[in-house]
């Protein structure tokens, strides 16, 4: 029903910055709440940041000083701007959709998702 495409991953130098897009189609853009998550070998996938449907906001308290989330109805796109990106967020990131009243930061209740975009930072 919902199809969500993810872009603009990359290798980038530590302290760089990178802005992911993730265009959805389907339904109602605006209706529905927006995540990114993001997920390395080994470990379980964790969220990052998600817009709900009252656009609030909500992210990651280790990441929140260098990240933020943003949509754009009318492009039925939803954003995640990077900044002071660290090796540490190296990791391929997804972004999902949710049509219901959910938990945003828990990955069980999200309805549809991305295939993922690659993001890689070096020291």
């Known amino acids: 029903q919902v199809q969500l495409v993810e872009s603009g991953g990359g290798l980038v130098q530590a302290g760089g910055s990178l802005r992911l897009s993730c265009a959805a189609s389907?339904?109602?853009?605006?209706?529905?709440?927006m995540g990114w998550f993001r997920q390395t070998p080994g470990k379980e996938r964790e969220f990052v940041a998600a817009s709900g449907w009252s656009g609030i906001t909500t992210v990651l308290d280790s990441v929140k000083a260098r990240f933020s989330i943003s949509r754009d109805n009318a492009q039925n796109t939803v954003y995640l701007q990077m900044n002071s990106l660290k090796p540490e967020d190296t990791g391929v990131y997804y972004c999902?959709?949710?049509?219901?009243?959910?938990?945003?930061?828990?990955?069980?209740?999200?309805?549809?998702w991305g295939q993922g975009t690659e993001v890689t930072v070096s020291s």
């Open positions: 389907g339904r109602t853009f605006s209706q529905y709440a």
């Open positions: 999902a959709a949710a049509s219901k009243n959910i938990r945003l930061r828990f990955p069980g209740g999200y309805d549809y």
